[in-house]
């Protein structure tokens, strides 16, 4: 059995070294271009990029003592995912992305709800996934949020 990970160190100690090294490029792309006010967490088990309480108090609506999700990066069993929240919110984000993804590589991506899953990672399209990061600040988010999911 797996040791539970409560830190994102842990997490990351945990991977294998060739899922370790794609995670760390994620995680970096994402870091450098997150807008203000976005923190770094565990969040659901995986490396979490979130809305603090301290800007939203009310959190996530399924769990409201938890932050309010905005990114989430994860080893899986068969692929490396991103979560984007607003990819699952925004129909004109989700469309933007899916027409740069076309330019930018030759497969179609492998979209679900709010989940990019990379079966080959040496097919992440890491500065397409720099801008996606970039497409909306933290206010945009709550108010996109408050606006198309919670109920």
């Not at 990819?87 to 989700?94: F, G, I, V």
């Amino acid at each position: 059995m797996e040791k539970e990970v409560k830190t994102v160190t842990e997490y990351m100690e945990q991977l294998p070294a060739e899922r370790k090294e794609v995670l760390q490029k994620l995680r970096k792309i994402i870091t450098e271009n997150l807008p203000e006010g976005f923190e770094e967490t565990l969040s659901y088990g995986m490396i979490g990029y979130v809305v603090p309480h301290s800007i939203y108090p009310d959190g996530y609506h399924v769990t409201p003592q938890l932050p309010l999700p905005f990114i989430n990066i994860a080893s899986q069993k068969s692929h490396i995912a991103l979560y984007h929240m607003a990819l699952y919110a925004d129909e004109n984000l989700l469309n933007w992305f899916k027409e740069e993804y076309a330019k930018q590589t030759n497969t179609k991506p492998d979209i679900g709800k709010s989940c990019i899953r990379f079966k080959k990672p040496e097919q992440i399209p890491f500065s397409l996934i720099g801008e996606l990061v970039q497409q909306i600040d933290i206010q945009q988010w709550v108010q996109l949020y408050k606006t198309k999911i919670k109920k």
